[in-house]
């Protein structure tokens, strides 16, 4: 399971408000979240995004609210995956979830600019620089996470009750 | 003999069924309560529809609010209510709050005795982290979580380490609790608690009302906690004595458990704390704030829209005009809590002031609807986030405080000490 893609870089605490703002939140239509995604944050995100590229972030990416239109948004937009120093927890889970890949990689974020290219293998881990020539790792998904990321999210696992949760 | 635990440990312990967890320890865990919104409800809605389920697991155990664009403000939201209204019919769930009924989810689930302490609680909306207030585990989580919860009745937890916040003394008389977790989020940032709960203990617990300590767990979040926990003592036991029937265990932290941190506040050292924008770890106290000219106040949300919130607001607006050129916007936080307020006169203090008292929504602070701001505005608000755009334009400023400044800056058109305007 590997992403190959440009890098967007933004700041710290991007939170859920510029990722999709509210007022478009009367939507829960995936096409129509990602119209909007980034909007408060860059006007010019969608310009400037192509088709698996890969936004990178600073500390606690993803804060505030626990609309799960953020990450469906930037998934649906085309977004191969997220790197960032840390993310704020809902949006993490909310990430795993719907199957979209997000690492955190302190290393990665520090040297990473906005059109470098590179490539994410997110069994192992390892973040290939292929503009530097450089390589960082992150904590790979285990096999848990990658059957979320192959069923294209977690509900797919669950339906007809698969998932043993160990007690009644 | 077990190993010492605090009082989130125990809970999650309980849930799993198990006698000792330990931070970091993947548990699964039985859920006593499932929460969505208008917003959040219909994409979790769509994902449980998927697996063709035909009941939820509990339909005693779910809880559905349509409080965010509601009553419906355009016919897209509507649309969302309908969905989520037609789910609850056809799945028979007890608890689900529709207009005439519905308040704001977090003011409304602990007023409905539907939170209660030991509980293991999820709602697909962050500020979930309320009920810790109650002496509940209690988390925001996504629609996907809300669906597997609705479905199972389990979901997954990482134990998360816990960070102590001891308070002492008794906060002075304008100062509440928005000022202490304004206070707390501003030392610890935004991200200090990430993963983490945020356990407070201490005397000064005795010295908050309930509606002080849902404020506080409420803002958890805001400093990236997974929850915030209070303990259990007469204060909590009166309150759930007037609006839960339900049994309830109480857990109460070892006196050895082990905590990452431990942070001290003196509640009597605390003086009103404003979040300025674009970040709530941003605060400044009064004394600091110089002059900053205001075009609106909102005073409600799940942060501080109770009965004590609007008392307090009133207490400072009574017989007192609002500044000519700014709006107030008062919203009370539950059915009960609009008509508590009618009948103490608390509305018509509003209103007589020059300000407008709405029917309960959590509206304008997520930039929904009733009171969104233009380019260049600004407003003191007693809701919990001050991010970019979040209450309009984003171009416009967001400044978080408590009741009683919201409402002596009502009064002089500038964020201001209620001792400014008493």
Same mark, same amino acid.
């Given at each position: 399971m590997k992403a190959v893609g440009d890098v967007l870089k933004y700041g710290d605490n991007i939170d859920t408000d510029v990722i999709i703002p509210a007022r478009y939140l009367n939507s829960s239509e995936a096409e129509e979240l990602a119209k909007h995604c980034m909007e408060d944050l860059d006007i010019d995100f969608l310009k400037k995004l192509k088709k698996g590229d890969i936004v990178v972030g600073g500390q606690n990416f993803g804060c505030g609210s626990s609309r799960e239109h953020a990450p469906i948004a930037i998934k649906a937009a085309g977004v191969s995956c997220v790197i960032a120093k840390s993310f704020a927890r809902i949006f993490y889970r909310n990430s795993i979830n719907i199957g979209f890949p997000i690492l955190e990689c302190e290393e990665a974020v520090e040297e990473v600019q906005t059109g470098h290219k590179l490539e994410v293998d997110f069994k192992s881990g390892v973040i290939k620089n292929l503009t530097l020539g450089k390589e960082y790792k992150a904590q790979p998904f285990p096999e848990f996470i990658i059957n979320i990321m192959d069923n294209n999210g977690l509900i797919e696992c669950v339906k007809g009750n698969k998932i043993n949760w160990g007690h009644n | 003999m077990t190993k010492p635990m605090n009082m989130t440990q125990k809970i999650l312990a309980a849930g799993a069924g198990l006698d000792y967890v330990e931070a970091g320890q993947l548990i699964s865990v039985k859920l006593d309560l499932v929460l969505g919104n208008d917003i959040t409800s219909p994409v979790a809605i769509k994902e449980f529809n998927k697996t063709k389920l035909d009941k939820v697991f509990d339909k005693d155990k779910i809880a559905l609010v349509l409080d965010h664009f509601t009553p419906n403000k355009d016919i897209k939201s509507a649309e969302h209510s309908k969905m989520v209204r037609e789910f609850a019919n056809q799945m028979e769930i007890t608890n689900f709050f529709d207009v005439g009924e519905m308040g704001i989810e977090h003011a409304l689930i602990p007023e409905k005795g539907l939170a209660k302490p030991g509980d293991i609680i999820i709602g697909a909306d962050s500020h979930t982290c309320t009920y810790g207030a109650l002496g509940a585990f209690s988390t925001g989580v996504g629609s996907t979580d809300m669906a597997v919860g609705m479905a199972a009745g389990h979901t997954w937890f990482k134990v998360p380490e816990a960070i102590k916040v001891v308070l002492k003394g008794k906060p002075a008389k304008w100062v509440s609790g928005k000022d202490v977790i304004l206070h707390l989020i501003g030392t610890i +940032?935004?991200? +200090?608690?990430l993963y983490q709960s945020l356990e407070f203990t201490g005397? +000064?617990?005795? /010295?908050?009302?309930m509606d002080d300590r849902f404020t506080i767990a409420n803002m958890v979040i805001e400093a990236g906690a997974k929850n915030g926990i209070f303990p259990i003592d007469e204060t909590a036991v009166l309150y759930l004595n007037e609006h839960c029937t339900k049994e309830y265990k109480v857990f109460a932290s070892d006196a050895d458990a082990a905590y990452s941190r431990v942070i001290e506040i003196d509640l009597s050292a605390l003086k009103p704390t404003i979040a300025f924008?674009?970040?709530?770890? /941003?605060t400044k106290t009064i004394d600091q704030v110089g002059e900053v000219i205001i075009d609106q106040v909102v005073i409600g949300s799940c942060? /501080? +829209?109770?009965i004590d919130d609007l008392r307090i607001a009133a207490s400072i607006l009574q017989g007192k005009k609002v500044k000519r050129g700014v709006r107030l916007v008062v919203i009370p936080g539950t059915q009960k809590i609009f008509l508590q307020a009618m009948e103490e006169g608390l509305a018509k203090i509003f209103v007589e002031a020059g300000g407008i008292f709405s029917t309960p929504t959590c509206g304008p602070c997520l930039g929904g609807h009733m009171g969104i701001l233009a380019a260049g505005e600004k407003c003191v608000s007693t809701t919990n986030r001050n991010f970019v755009g979040r209450m309009g334009h984003v171009d416009s400023e967001v400044y978080l405080a408590s009741p009683a400044v919201a409402a002596a800056s009502a009064v002089t058109g500038k964020i201001s000490s209620p001792e400014e305007v008493m």
């Open positions: - | +940032g935004v991200d +200090g608690a005397e +000064g617990v005795a /010295n908050l009302s924008p674009h970040l709530p770890e /941003n942060t /501080n +829209g109770r």
